[in-house]
């Protein structure tokens, strides 16, 4: 099973290669990749949470779903907690991206794709759920933090394209509707592009990063570490004594273990919050978790 694991992370490493390499050669620029990412997040990612609800319904699974929303529920709030211990000596306008960082990952974009690399269909199935958390956390807990008010966006995390796919998915699952044969191969085929186009896009932004200036930033590889491996190795370790089905817990734990979300740099920019401090810890955490996700996914 290592072996299998090691393989699919190779291919995605391989893959941003490919991104990292087409974008040095300019047959990738930034306007091509929002464009690519705004397919991705709107269409792709979506069409493949639908597909993946393409089950029979049963008593267990909608046990494990409410099992699977506590757990993502409580790694949130356990990397609340986490932040609050590390990061208190910090400035505030730094400490604030470092705290953004630390709870909210790249579960959407790229933690989904990984998930259903590594664990199939079920993996995107339960790793939805945790994208429902997420979406919940980040227009309201995420947005004080960056914001410094008590300000909520309910609209935006109910209508995030993300989480209208759970819920349209979980409406076919409960009621076991089957989709006509046609409608689900084209979004099969749609949603099957998230795992490919995601990683050549995120391999094409790393080519834009400069390596120097990361090397002089400690808080960089501070928060770094904190995301990929404080967070999801201090949950693994908590709730291994839960009872909780060792592979829906893989599962939850493999989803927080994502190196920063991409919203972190996109929110900073809206509340004029440190861009780029943001930008750093999103390129270098992506770039370190080739390394930690294999590295997770053994130790868990």
């Excluded at 306008?93 to 790249?106: E, G, Y």
């Excluded at 928060?223 to 967070?231: D, G, K, W």
């Excluded at 839960?242 to 734990?253: A, D, R, S, W, Y």
């Excluded at 273990?257 to 920019?269: F, Q």
Aim: charged share 10%.
């Amino acid at each position: 099973m290592q072996s299998a694991v090691t393989n699919q992370v190779l291919i995605l490493f391989l893959l941003m290669i490919v991104g990292f390499i087409i974008r040095k050669c300019n047959v990738l620029n930034n306007s091509l990749n929002d464009g690519i990412s705004e397919l991705l997040i709107n269409v792709a990612v979506p069409f493949s949470i639908i597909v993946s609800f393409n089950i029979t319904f049963s008593v267990k699974i909608l046990h494990n779903i409410a099992i699977a929303f506590l757990v993502s529920v409580f790694i949130h709030l356990f990397a609340v907690l986490i932040s609050r211990v590390l990061y208190f000596r910090y400035h505030r306008d730094i400490r604030k991206i470092l705290v953004f960082a630390t709870i909210f990952d790249n579960s959407g974009f790229m933690g989904l794709p990984v998930l259903g690399s590594l664990f199939g269909p079920m993996g995107i199935f339960y790793g939805s759920i945790y994208v429902v958390t997420f979406n919940l956390f980040v227009w309201t807990l995420g947005v004080m933090i960056l914001n410094g008010k008590k300000e909520l966006h309910i609209v935006k995390a109910f209508t995030n394209p993300a989480l209208v796919a759970v819920l349209v998915g979980f409406i076919l699952f409960f009621f076991s509707i089957k989709l006509p044969v046609t409608i689900f191969k084209t979004l099969d085929m749609i949603g099957s592009l998230s795992t490919p186009l995601s990683m050549v896009v995120i391999g094409s932004m790393l080519a834009e990063l400069n390596f120097r200036a990361l090397l002089n930033d400690f808080s960089v590889y501070y928060s770094t570490m904190a995301r990929l491996l404080i967070v999801p190795l201090g949950v693994a370790f908590i709730l291994k004594f839960c009872g909780i089905e060792p592979h829906l817990l893989k599962v939850c734990i493999m989803a927080g273990a994502m190196p920063a979300g991409t919203m972190t740099a996109i929110l900073a920019k809206k509340y004029n919050a440190n861009t780029l401090l943001a930008s750093r810890i999103v390129f270098m955490s992506t770039a370190f978790s080739i390394l930690t996700i294999p590295l997770v996914f053994m130790l868990t």
